[in-house]
């Protein structure tokens, strides 16, 4: 049986990740409380962050810029998306 979750992103129970995907406490804190349909929305942003800012993930910057809009697009409900972004129509 999948393990559920009260996700924080969608605001409401859905099933919870298979392990931590992210290093350290936070990581912790995403697999307890978000769902995998959430975390692959995060997913689909980032790439779309990494893509349109050309993020270079060698650079600690990078990375840390990264790490801050997760946690906004995960914990604060913020509206994360790429400068320029637009999407392709439907």
Known sequence: MARMVQCVKLKREAEGLDYPPYP???GVRI???ISKDAWAQWMDTQTRLVNENRLNLADARARKYLAQQMESF???DADVEAQG???PPA
Do not use: I
């Open 31 to 33: 697999w307890q409380s």
């Open 24 to 26: 350290g406490d936070l």
């Open 74 to 76: 995960l914990f604060e």
């Open 85 to 87: 972004y637009v999407p």
